[in-house]
C-alpha cells in the first residue's frame, strides 16, 4: 500500500455532511487577433492614404473591445484592420518598387 492510498483510507469519508456544492467558471479561450504590432508598423513604414493609421484605430477598437468581452465586435474591428493592413501593405509595396523603378530608369 502507497503512502498516498493510506492517507485516503485514513481520512475516512468527508467531514461536511451538508449537500455538495460545486462552481463553474467560464473561462473564454478563443483568441481573436486584434492586429496592432501589424497596424502599428504600417503606420510607421507603410502608410499610403493614411490606411495605416486607419488600420491602426480599428485594431485598438478590436483590442477594448475583446477587453470588454464583446467577441463578436473584437472579431468584426479586427478583420477590419486585418483589410486596412493588407491594402496598405500592398500599396506601400507597389509604391516602393514603382519609386526604385523610377529612380533606376532614370539614371540611365
Known amino acids: 500500500m502507497t503512502k498516498e492510498e493510506h492517507e485516503v483510507i485514513n481520512l475516512g469519508a468527508p467531514q461536511n455532511s451538508g449537500p455538495m456544492t460545486s462552481t463553474v467558471v467560464n473561462i473564454q479561450t478563443e483568441t481573436v487577433p486584434d492586429h496592432v504590432v501589424w497596424s502599428l508598423f504600417n503606420t510607421l513604414f507603410f502608410n499610403p492614404c493614411c490606411l495605416g493609421f486607419v488600420a491602426f484605430a480599428y485594431s485598438v477598437k478590436s483590442r477594448d ?19 486596412l493592413n493588407i491594402w496598405a501593405l500592398v500599396i506601400g509595396i507597389l509604391a516602393m518598387i514603382s519609386i526604385i523603378v523610377l529612380i533606376h530608369t532614370r539614371g540611365h
Not at 67 to 75: E, I, W, Y
Open 65 to 83: 473591445r475583446k477587453m470588454v468581452g464583446d467577441v463578436t465586435g473584437a472579431r468584426s474591428f479586427g478583420s477590419t484592420a486585418k483589410c
